[in-house]
C-alpha cells in the first residue's frame, strides 16, 4: 500500500467512525473485519478517492449493511 492509499484508509476509517458514533479503533477493526479495506478500499483507491467525502463514507456503510456488520 502506498502512502496516498493508506492516508485515504485513514481518512474513510476517521470519517466512518465519526458517521457511526464509535471509536476509530473500533471503526478499523469493523472494516478490516468484513475486508472493506483490503477489498475495496485500497484496491479502488484511485477511483474512491475522486468522490467526496458523503458519497464514500454513504458507499461503504452500504457495504456494511449488505455484509450485516451495521
Same mark, same amino acid.
Given at each position: 500500500?502506498?502512502?496516498?492509499?493508506? !492516508? %485515504? +484508509?485513514? %481518512?474513510?476509517? &476517521?470519517?466512518v467512525? !465519526? *458517521?457511526?458514533?464509535?471509536?476509530a *479503533? !473500533?471503526?478499523?477493526?469493523?472494516l478490516k473485519? +468484513? &475486508?472493506?479495506?483490503?477489498?475495496?478500499?485500497v484496491p479502488?483507491? !484511485?477511483? /474512491?478517492? +475522486?468522490f467526496?467525502?458523503?458519497?464514500?463514507?454513504?458507499?461503504? /456503510?452500504? /457495504? /456494511?449493511?449488505?455484509? &450485516?456488520?451495521?
Amino acid at each position: 500500500m502506498n502512502s496516498e492509499a493508506l !492516508d %485515504f +484508509t485513514i %481518512f474513510c476509517v &476517521g470519517n466512518v467512525a !465519526d *458517521r457511526l458514533k464509535m471509536n476509530a *479503533r !473500533d471503526a478499523y477493526h469493523l472494516l478490516k473485519h +468484513t &475486508g472493506i479495506i483490503s477489498d475495496y478500499i485500497v484496491p479502488y483507491y !484511485d477511483v /474512491l478517492h +475522486t468522490f467526496s467525502k458523503e458519497y464514500i463514507v454513504d458507499d461503504i /456503510l452500504a /457495504l /456494511l449493511k449488505k455484509k &450485516g456488520a451495521i
